[in-house]
């Protein structure tokens, strides 16, 4: 009788312990999902960024998307259809109706692709143009 109580709390102890390790093992594997999951989104854009474009009546395109960051603003932009050797500013213009420039290039014969920041926050950034040697407004997208 005693033998059969022994080996009735040993089968109790092993079934605890493999309902323990199921436990730990779905948690784990709900863990590692979550955190898949979570890279996933972090490396793939936000739907919710701002994406901007604008075609002006020369032709000249411009495809803006925002990145924002903690208080400045990542972008990704590519201009075509300007003048083969053109000099070219990208200038970003925040709310407050200041302009700051964020890159320059010669234009070539394909599109240009330009990646950069500006110490702009998204939320006030208002308009990304496209601005020539002389000064001249080319193409804008966003606000006027």
Request: aromatic letters at 2%; one cysteine or more.
């Amino acid at each position: 009788m005693l033998r059969a109580t022994i080996a009735r709390v040993h089968e109790e102890r092993r079934r605890t312990n493999r309902r323990r390790r199921l436990a730990g093992l779905v948690a784990g594997v709900a863990l590692a999902g979550g955190a898949l999951a979570g890279g996933l989104a972090i490396g793939h854009p936000d739907v919710t960024e701002p994406r901007w474009t604008a075609v002006s009546a020369d032709g000249i395109h411009l495809d803006t998307r925002l990145r924002p960051a903690a208080g400045w603003t990542r972008f990704d932009v590519e201009v075509a259809g300007v003048d083969l050797g053109e000099h070219c500013r990208l200038v970003v213009t925040d709310t407050a109706g200041v302009d700051h420039e964020a890159g320059s290039w010669a234009a070539s014969e394909k599109a240009t692709r330009l990646a950069g920041s500006v110490l702009v926050p998204s939320n006030e950034v208002r308009a990304i143009s496209v601005v020539d040697g002389d000064g001249r407004e080319l193409v804008r997208a966003g606000a006027r």
